[in-house]
Protein backbone atom coordinates (compact mmCIF):
# COMPACT_ATOMS: atom_id res chain seq x y z
CA UNK A 1 0.00 0.00 0.00
CA UNK A 2 2.35 2.73 1.27
CA UNK A 3 4.64 1.46 -1.91
CA UNK A 4 1.45 2.34 -4.28
CA UNK A 5 1.01 5.57 -2.39
CA UNK A 6 4.50 6.69 -3.47
CA UNK A 7 4.68 5.67 -6.97
CA UNK A 8 1.35 7.42 -7.17
CA UNK A 9 2.98 10.42 -5.38
CA UNK A 10 6.07 10.43 -7.44
CA UNK A 11 4.03 10.74 -11.04
CA UNK A 12 2.02 13.45 -9.29
CA UNK A 13 4.91 15.28 -8.61
CA UNK A 14 6.35 14.36 -12.00
CA UNK A 15 3.40 15.84 -13.65
CA UNK A 16 3.63 19.07 -11.75
CA UNK A 17 7.44 19.09 -12.60
CA UNK A 18 6.10 18.95 -16.39
CA UNK A 19 3.64 21.28 -15.85
CA UNK A 20 5.76 23.95 -14.06
CA UNK A 21 8.71 23.79 -16.71
CA UNK A 22 6.29 24.21 -19.10
CA UNK A 23 5.03 27.12 -17.66
CA UNK A 24 8.34 28.35 -17.14
CA UNK A 25 9.29 28.08 -21.02
CA UNK A 26 6.07 29.63 -22.13
CA UNK A 27 6.82 32.78 -19.51
CA UNK A 28 10.09 32.93 -21.07
CA UNK A 29 9.11 32.60 -24.37
CA UNK A 30 6.81 35.19 -23.49
CA UNK A 31 9.41 37.73 -22.09
CA UNK A 32 11.33 37.33 -25.10
CA UNK A 33 8.57 38.10 -27.14
CA UNK A 34 8.17 41.21 -25.44
CA UNK A 35 11.34 42.26 -25.50
CA UNK A 36 11.72 42.49 -28.90
CA UNK A 37 8.50 44.65 -29.53
CA UNK A 38 10.72 48.26 -28.88
CA UNK A 39 13.92 49.19 -30.97
CA UNK A 40 15.63 51.75 -30.24
CA UNK A 41 18.55 52.90 -32.94
CA UNK A 42 21.32 55.10 -32.49
CA UNK A 43 23.86 55.85 -35.14
CA UNK A 44 27.10 58.21 -36.11
CA UNK A 45 28.65 59.36 -38.78
CA UNK A 46 29.21 62.21 -41.50
CA UNK A 47 27.16 63.93 -43.74
CA UNK A 48 27.29 66.72 -46.69
CA UNK A 49 25.03 69.13 -47.58
CA UNK A 50 24.07 69.14 -51.67
CA UNK A 51 23.35 72.78 -51.66
CA UNK A 52 25.14 75.03 -54.44
CA UNK A 53 28.13 77.21 -53.71
CA UNK A 54 27.28 80.72 -55.56
CA UNK A 55 29.52 80.88 -58.55
CA UNK A 56 30.39 84.88 -58.43
CA UNK A 57 32.06 84.63 -54.95
CA UNK A 58 36.29 84.63 -53.94
CA UNK A 59 38.20 81.87 -53.51
CA UNK A 60 38.49 82.49 -49.84
CA UNK A 61 34.92 82.53 -49.61
CA UNK A 62 34.41 79.50 -51.41
CA UNK A 63 36.85 77.41 -48.92
CA UNK A 64 35.16 78.79 -46.00
CA UNK A 65 31.48 77.57 -47.32
CA UNK A 66 32.99 74.52 -48.17
CA UNK A 67 33.65 74.04 -44.39
CA UNK A 68 30.10 74.41 -43.54
CA UNK A 69 29.03 72.19 -46.14
CA UNK A 70 30.29 68.44 -44.35
CA UNK A 71 30.39 67.73 -40.93
CA UNK A 72 29.27 65.08 -38.20
CA UNK A 73 25.86 63.71 -38.50
CA UNK A 74 23.88 62.21 -35.09
CA UNK A 75 20.34 60.56 -34.81
CA UNK A 76 18.50 58.37 -32.83
CA UNK A 77 15.23 56.47 -33.30
CA UNK A 78 12.58 54.75 -31.00
CA UNK A 79 10.22 52.65 -32.75
CA UNK A 80 7.42 50.46 -31.32
CA UNK A 81 6.75 47.06 -33.57
CA UNK A 82 3.07 47.34 -34.90
CA UNK A 83 2.41 44.23 -36.55
CA UNK A 84 4.90 42.04 -38.33
CA UNK A 85 7.77 44.12 -40.19
CA UNK A 86 5.76 47.32 -38.84
CA UNK A 87 7.27 49.79 -36.85
CA UNK A 88 5.89 53.31 -35.50
CA UNK A 89 7.92 55.72 -33.78
CA UNK A 90 9.86 59.05 -33.65
CA UNK A 91 13.24 60.26 -34.80
CA UNK A 92 15.78 62.81 -34.02
CA UNK A 93 18.70 63.93 -36.13
CA UNK A 94 21.67 66.45 -35.71
CA UNK A 95 23.94 67.75 -38.26
CA UNK A 96 27.13 69.94 -37.09
CA UNK A 97 29.79 71.61 -38.71
CA UNK A 98 31.90 75.14 -38.49
CA UNK A 99 34.30 76.97 -39.96
CA UNK A 100 36.55 79.92 -40.27
CA UNK A 101 38.14 81.79 -42.73
CA UNK A 102 38.03 85.27 -44.84
CA UNK A 103 35.01 86.48 -46.54
CA UNK A 104 34.29 88.97 -48.86
CA UNK A 105 31.22 90.38 -49.05
CA UNK A 106 29.44 94.13 -50.55
CA UNK A 107 27.92 96.12 -47.94
CA UNK A 108 24.83 98.45 -48.31
CA UNK A 109 26.85 100.88 -50.04
CA UNK A 110 28.24 98.90 -52.69
CA UNK A 111 31.47 98.40 -51.08
CA UNK A 112 33.65 95.24 -50.68
CA UNK A 113 34.25 94.07 -46.93
CA UNK A 114 36.36 91.78 -46.31
CA UNK A 115 37.30 90.05 -42.30
CA UNK A 116 38.24 87.08 -40.89
CA UNK A 117 35.07 85.17 -39.31
CA UNK A 118 34.32 82.04 -37.90
CA UNK A 119 30.51 80.01 -38.10
CA UNK A 120 28.79 77.31 -36.33
CA UNK A 121 26.28 75.87 -37.95
CA UNK A 122 23.24 73.61 -36.11
CA UNK A 123 20.91 71.54 -38.47
CA UNK A 124 17.94 69.81 -36.00
CA UNK A 125 15.23 67.36 -36.99
CA UNK A 126 11.97 65.83 -35.26
CA UNK A 127 9.78 64.04 -36.34
CA UNK A 128 7.48 60.96 -36.21
CA UNK A 129 8.52 58.13 -38.28
CA UNK A 130 7.65 54.87 -40.43
CA UNK A 131 9.87 52.09 -40.11
CA UNK A 132 9.92 48.31 -42.29
CA UNK A 133 12.39 46.25 -41.32
CA UNK A 134 13.33 41.88 -41.25
CA UNK A 135 14.02 41.90 -37.51
CA UNK A 136 11.35 39.70 -36.35
CA UNK A 137 13.30 36.90 -39.07
CA UNK A 138 15.79 34.47 -37.80
CA UNK A 139 18.38 35.68 -40.51
CA UNK A 140 21.39 36.93 -39.01
CA UNK A 141 21.41 39.55 -41.99
CA UNK A 142 18.99 42.34 -41.25
CA UNK A 143 17.64 45.31 -43.46
CA UNK A 144 15.78 48.56 -42.55
CA UNK A 145 14.38 51.69 -44.08
CA UNK A 146 12.37 54.70 -42.37
CA UNK A 147 10.72 57.67 -43.55
CA UNK A 148 10.03 60.59 -41.11
CA UNK A 149 8.48 63.45 -41.40
CA UNK A 150 8.58 66.87 -39.09
CA UNK A 151 10.03 69.82 -37.95
CA UNK A 152 13.46 70.48 -39.74
CA UNK A 153 15.55 73.60 -37.71
CA UNK A 154 18.36 75.77 -38.46
CA UNK A 155 20.88 77.94 -35.97
CA UNK A 156 23.91 79.52 -37.78
CA UNK A 157 26.11 82.12 -35.51
CA UNK A 158 28.63 84.09 -36.92
CA UNK A 159 30.18 86.04 -33.87
CA UNK A 160 27.50 88.16 -32.62
CA UNK A 161 25.58 87.32 -35.37
CA UNK A 162 22.74 84.61 -35.08
CA UNK A 163 20.26 83.25 -37.91
CA UNK A 164 17.43 80.88 -37.09
CA UNK A 165 14.64 79.37 -39.33
CA UNK A 166 12.11 76.22 -39.30
CA UNK A 167 10.51 74.99 -41.67
CA UNK A 168 8.95 71.21 -42.89
CA UNK A 169 11.62 68.67 -43.20
CA UNK A 170 12.00 64.93 -44.61
CA UNK A 171 14.45 62.33 -43.74
CA UNK A 172 15.02 59.09 -44.91
CA UNK A 173 17.28 56.27 -44.79
CA UNK A 174 18.43 52.35 -45.30
CA UNK A 175 20.77 50.12 -43.30
CA UNK A 176 22.20 46.41 -43.12
CA UNK A 177 22.68 45.41 -39.67
CA UNK A 178 24.23 42.02 -38.40
CA UNK A 179 22.82 40.34 -35.66
CA UNK A 180 25.53 40.09 -33.36
CA UNK A 181 22.96 38.82 -30.68
CA UNK A 182 19.50 38.29 -30.90
CA UNK A 183 18.90 41.67 -29.23
CA UNK A 184 21.73 43.48 -30.82
CA UNK A 185 22.23 44.62 -34.87
CA UNK A 186 25.11 46.90 -36.04
CA UNK A 187 25.91 48.02 -39.79
CA UNK A 188 25.99 50.67 -42.04
CA UNK A 189 23.41 53.50 -42.90
CA UNK A 190 22.96 55.59 -45.20
CA UNK A 191 20.26 58.69 -44.93
CA UNK A 192 18.84 61.87 -46.70
CA UNK A 193 17.38 64.92 -44.98
CA UNK A 194 15.88 67.43 -46.73
CA UNK A 195 14.51 71.06 -46.04
CA UNK A 196 14.77 74.54 -47.52
CA UNK A 197 14.68 77.97 -45.39
CA UNK A 198 12.34 80.71 -47.25
CA UNK A 199 12.35 83.08 -44.66
CA UNK A 200 15.17 83.32 -41.39
CA UNK A 201 15.20 85.84 -37.81
CA UNK A 202 18.81 87.09 -37.38
CA UNK A 203 19.36 88.94 -34.35
CA UNK A 204 15.70 88.86 -33.60
CA UNK A 205 15.00 90.77 -37.27
CA UNK A 206 12.92 88.63 -39.64
CA UNK A 207 13.91 88.57 -43.45
CA UNK A 208 12.30 86.49 -46.25
CA UNK A 209 14.44 84.94 -48.34
CA UNK A 210 14.39 85.30 -52.64
CA UNK A 211 14.61 82.15 -54.46
CA UNK A 212 18.25 82.62 -55.03
CA UNK A 213 18.99 83.39 -51.74
CA UNK A 214 17.15 80.48 -49.96
CA UNK A 215 19.46 78.19 -47.62
CA UNK A 216 19.13 74.46 -48.76
CA UNK A 217 19.16 72.46 -45.56
CA UNK A 218 19.89 68.92 -47.28
CA UNK A 219 21.99 66.68 -46.92
CA UNK A 220 23.19 63.55 -47.66
CA UNK A 221 24.51 61.23 -44.63
CA UNK A 222 26.84 57.85 -43.85
CA UNK A 223 26.43 56.23 -40.34
CA UNK A 224 27.60 53.55 -38.44
CA UNK A 225 23.94 52.31 -36.94
CA UNK A 226 23.60 50.53 -33.71
CA UNK A 227 20.01 48.90 -32.77
CA UNK A 228 19.07 47.72 -29.42
CA UNK A 229 15.52 45.39 -29.19
CA UNK A 230 14.27 45.06 -26.10
Known sequence: MHFGKNVIFAEILKQMIKKITLLGM???????????????????????RVAKTPSNISGDTRNY??????????DVSAYY?????????????????SSDGRITVRDNNGQTVSGYVNTKDNINFFGPAFMYSNFNDEFK????????????????????VKGTGSNLGLEANFAYQYAVLDN??????IGL???????????????????????????????????FRF
Do not use: C
Open 26 to 48: FSITAMSMAQQKFSIIPSVGYAW
Open 184 to 189: FFIGPK
Open 193 to 227: TAGTLSKMTINGRSFKLEDDQKEGLTRLSLSAAAT
Open 141 to 160: HKFYYDVALGAITYTTKTGS
Open 65 to 74: IKGLKSGMNF
Open 81 to 97: NVKGNIHLGLKYSNYSA
